[in-house]
């Protein structure tokens, strides 16, 4: 059987959700792994400017900011792992098993962070532009369009309920769909329609993003590339910032059905961050499809972090000895 670890907490995500968990499941003095994913800090740490989290009146770089929340739950003990979940086990009761790429670990409790992810357009320059006039987050990022041109992408109720906060600071709005119609509510159209800085481009997707790279290294969105799906018609169009609302993806296929989701596969939860099985938790945008904002993740984190806290002191044994665990997990082809 491979090594495994003993730990009283695993957090699974590392985006403010997780890491305040950790900070406090660490600080109550219970031994916390944090498995990080493919990067620390989740959607937060693309963000290059970081103007609405409390405590940072100049602002903070979305990087610097996820740091600093690392190094604080590390200052309490809590251990951060570079790897990804390939495989849980929730359906033997607690210890529960967790298993990622390089180890498996052995855990009382379980706090689930592991978020939700913007769905792509998948084109030229949407990668490389990310964080330099690409935005997935207009309350994130709206305040730094002041007096610029943005294109909205999507025809839903969030593609219009961002384009018209962004109409708070933008010099105007275009909303580009790939369909004749709009799919959001009435009532957003008709504020949207009613709004004199938002325009409406139908029929047309964008196939690139175009920009450039000013002294120092620093990269700019200056345009993006359109087609019109019906006539197949190419135009170049010049525009500041680029904002992407096409649906999110919750990041939960890993857990099958070993934990109760909606119909779109959010974690469901009650008023205490319990999850569908016990001793297992969850906080952030694995359950959170309504605000996704950084502050009120790392609330429903700590919210998370406390109620396991709480479970684990209501049980008050340690690990079982690990013969008497759950079964060991199999070991993924090529792990």
């Given at each position: 059987m491979a090594d495994v670890k003993k730990v009283r907490v695993v957090v699974i995500g590392s985006g403010p959700a997780g890491l305040t968990a950790a900070l406090y499941t660490a600080r109550a003095l219970y031994s916390t792994v944090v498995i990080t994913g493919n990067h620390l800090g989740g959607q937060i740490a693309?963000?290059?400017?970081?103007?609405?989290?409390?405590?940072?009146?100049?602002?903070?770089?979305?990087?610097?900011?996820?740091e600093r929340m690392r190094a604080q739950a590390e200052r309490f003990g809590a251990e951060f792992v570079f790897d990804e979940v390939t495989e849980v086990d929730f359906e033997h009761g607690s210890p529960y098993r967790v298993k990622t790429y390089g180890a498996e670990y052995l855990a009382d409790s379980v706090v689930v962070t592991i978020g939700a992810s913007p769905r792509h357009l998948n084109i030229p320059g949407e990668v490389e532009y990310t964080g330099y006039g690409v935005s997935y987050c207009a309350t994130c990022d709206g305040f730094f369009f002041r007096e610029k041109d943005v294109i909205v992408v999507g025809g839903g109720d969030s593609a219009l309920q961002e384009g018209l906060f962004l109409t708070k600071f933008a010099k105007s709005v275009t909303i580009v769909h790939r369909r004749d119609e709009l799919r959001a509510s009435t009532a957003l159209k008709k504020r949207a329609f009613a709004n004199p800085k938002i325009k409406f481009i139908y029929d047309t997707v964008v196939d690139e993003v175009k920009g450039e790279t000013l002294e120092g290294g620093i990269r700019k969105t200056t345009g993006v590339t359109l087609r019109n799906v019906k006539t197949d018609a190419v135009t170049d169009q010049p525009i500041d910032g680029v904002f992407i609302f096409i649906g999110y993806d919750p990041n939960s296929?890993?857990?099958?059905?070993?934990?109760?989701?909606?119909?779109?596969?959010?974690?469901?939860?009650?008023?205490?961050m319990r999850t569908s099985a016990e001793g297992v938790f969850a906080g952030g945008e694995i359950h959170d499809f309504v605000f996704r904002q950084a502050i009120t993740a790392a609330g429903q984190g700590c919210a998370a972090a406390l109620s396991a806290i709480h479970w684990l002191e209501e049980r008050g044994d340690e690990l079982q000895p690990l013969e008497d665990a759950a079964p060991a997990l199999e070991t993924a082809p090529g792990a």
């Open positions: 693309t963000t290059s400017d970081v103007d609405n989290f409390p405590g940072f009146p100049e602002g903070i770089q979305g990087p610097e900011l996820t296929r890993v857990f099958g059905d070993q934990l109760a989701t909606n119909d779109d596969g959010y974690m469901l939860v009650d008023e205490k």
